[in-house]
Nanobody, 129 residues
Framework: QVQLVESGGGLVQPGESLRLSCAVSAGAYAYYAVGWFRQAPGKEREGVSCINIEDGTIAHADSVRGRFRISGDNAKNTVYLQMNSLNPEDTAVYYC??????????????????????WGQGTQVTVSS
């Protein structure tokens, strides 16, 4: 059973930065795809960023491209989401998820949640002045 644990959420002011972490336990981490998703109150969950651990392919949603950056530390089985220039529209619960088969991250599109099998519990990010 693959387990994912997010951390790093919090309350920040507009324009500030946060780095989220997703620690992945068990399984063949080197072959996974890991995605970040978010869900704001009253809205559907949306894909934010993803990475194929094996080949390093990354992708970002249009709404965050240029502000957010996904990366992985294979030695720590951890994926990070660096979020810069945050604005109130980024307020949401952020989830990481793993595709245990791998390869689902395509650099032409944001991640799609139906391709991901294992999910973390989420971490709250609030951007407010």
């Amino acid at each position: 059973q693959v387990q994912l644990v997010e951390s790093g959420g919090g309350l920040v002011q507009p324009g500030e930065s946060l780095r989220l972490s997703c620690a992945v336990s068990a399984g063949a981490y080197a072959y996974y795809a890991v995605g970040w998703f978010r869900q704001a109150p009253g809205k559907e969950r949306e894909g934010v960023s993803c990475i194929n651990i094996e080949d390093g392919t990354i992708a970002h949603a249009d709404s965050v491209r240029g502000r957010f950056r996904i990366s992985g530390d294979n030695a720590k089985n951890t994926v990070y989401l660096q979020m810069n220039s945050l604005n109130p529209e980024d307020t949401a619960v952020y989830y990481c998820a793993a595709d245990a088969i791998g390869g689902s991250c395509k650099n032409s599109r944001a991640p799609s949640e139906h391709e991901y099998d294992y999910w973390g519990q989420g971490t709250q990010v609030t951007v407010s002045s």
